[in-house]
């Protein structure tokens, strides 16, 4: 690899670096920006959803701004936009100041990832492609770890708004760094833009998610929600209508008549949707019921990331020989066992005995699960097209995330006490477990690929 391609991989992984630090920062500081700017529950919510609602919607715009504008402009278009949202965040003064600012910085993280790993596929050819992109996941994966741990020492030793500012550091490298090496950059002049389709996916959801969040403090029957909740279903419908017409969909529907697509993004529905759900409770809960310092909770949910980064190539390659179907069932099913062990919290509180077993469980079932369900999904799809195919599959995972923290006042009521604790747990449980019997219905296995145990479905 010569000076400039290590450049430029740097650039990549740094700029991703950024998003997925910032996914996994947030929850660590959510007890203490309550605390200090108030609101309780809905403020945590907003907090987390409304970087999810722009993040979401304009994720699959992405790809299509990149071709008009130029993928080198639009990372530092995007990198550019998340540093100011991510000071404005850190200097919120209240917390719909602080829910604005999160909503910017999501728009501006939907243009990094994409942008990112499209340079480094126009950069790289062959194996070497392979394997930056296999840095690249390396260095992703190690943000979602640092990323509780680093904003639990952050919040315990300084405050909760260093968690934030901390991006700056990593989005001033890749600015920097963009000036020392020429990045061959292409504009494609034909390329359609649908900004009325974002639009509309944009406030749909936003919307609805607002309407799922402030039900439990205004009622069903209050004009402020139901209206909202309606208006934004139809925007959302309407949405998924113009990308039936529209020229240039950002959503090709088309994708969704192939059967492993289809399937695979509804188990990702309920699987990403479980694990958003979990992830927000048990950490919020670690700090606000257990008395766990912030540090400690980041590290409550290391098991699990260790777990899935030692076994998820395992099982990608046992699922690449038999096929992704029992993986995708196994894998959900085990992790949905692990969340019902949750149920052993009580207030006498132990770690180690009544949280950790559930957290090695669930890494056990992630590593089964991940690889295999991006080869279904992935692999369902021509090579030419797997760019969008990857795009719509991320946009779904965050769609879940978004719709099941948008609904934790509904499963856990006004607190996150020990019994909403376990609510929580056993909704989780049974979002994992529909993911499991999405995949065993829906999961084709590729010919000659044939899992023990388990016949592949007739076409």
């Known amino acids: ?201 944009t406030v749909g959801l936003g919307a609805m998610v607002f309407a799922l969040i402030e039900q439990p403090r205004l009622g069903w029957s209050a004009p402020a929600i139901w209206i909202p909740l309606v208006g934004g279903a139809l925007m959302f419908a309407a949405f998924l209508l113009r990308q039936r017409t529209v020229a240039h969909p950002i959503l090709p529907l088309d994708l969704f008549r192939v059967r492993n697509f ?21 950490v919020v809960y670690l700090q606000q019921s257990a008395g766990f310092a912030a540090t400690l909770a980041g590290l409550a949910s290391l098991p699990t990331t260790i777990l899935l980064i030692l076994l998820s190539s395992r099982f990608g390659s046992l699922a690449g020989r038999w096929g992704p179907r029992l993986f995708m069932t196994a894998g959900p099913l085990v992790m949905a066992g692990g969340t019902l062990l949750l149920l052993t919290v009580s207030e006498d509180f132990t770690y180690w005995w009544q949280m950790l077993p559930a957290m090695i469980v669930m890494g056990f079932g992630l590593a089964l699960t991940v690889s295999p369900l991006t080869t279904a999904i ?31 006042g509904l499963i856990v009521g006004e607190a996150l006490d020990l019994n909403g604790f376990h609510r929580a747990a056993i909704v989780t449980a049974a979002l994992f477990a529909a993911g499991g019997i999405v995949s065993f219905i829906g999961i084709r296995n590729p010919r000659g690929a044939v899992a023990p145990g388990i016949r592949p479905l007739p076409d």
């Open 378 to 408: 992935l692999g369902a799809i021509d090579s030419a097209r797997s760019g969008i195919a990857s795009a719509v599959n991320n946009a779904v995972a965050r769609v879940a995330g978004l719709l099941t923290i948008a609904m934790i």
């Open 1 to 201: 690899m010569t000076t400039p391609e290590r450049l430029i991989l740097t650039i990549a992984v740094a700029a991703s670096f950024v998003a997925f630090l910032d996914g996994t920062i947030v929850h660590v500081a959510l007890p203490s920006i309550s605390a200090e700017l108030g609101g309780g529950l809905t403020t945590q919510q907003w907090v987390v959803d409304a970087y999810l609602v722009t993040l979401s919607a304009l994720i699959l715009v992405a790809g299509s701004v990149s071709d008009a504008y130029g993928r080198v402009l639009v990372l530092r278009v995007g990198l550019i936009g998340f540093g100011i949202a991510s000071v404005a965040v850190a200097a919120a003064p209240t917390a719909e100041f602080l829910i604005v600012a999160r909503a910017v910085q999501g728009a501006a993280g939907a243009f990094l990832v994409p942008s990112s790993l499209a340079i480094i596929t126009s950069t790289f050819r062959g194996a070497a492609q392979g394997r930056a992109i296999g840095v690249w996941t390396a260095g992703t994966t190690t943000a979602m770890i640092a990323g509780p741990v680093i904003g639990g020492i952050l919040v315990d030793l300084a405050s909760w708004r260093f968690a934030f500012l901390i991006n700056v550091v990593p989005i001033a490298l890749v600015l920097w760094l963009l000036t020392r090496v020429d990045i061959a950059d292409t504009r494609r002049p034909d390329a359609s833009i649908d900004w009325i389709g974002a639009a509309l996916c």
């Open 262 to 282: 289809s399937a695979g993004n509804l188990a990702t529905l309920f699987i990403y949707g479980a694990l958003a759900l979990n992830g927000f409770v048990v």
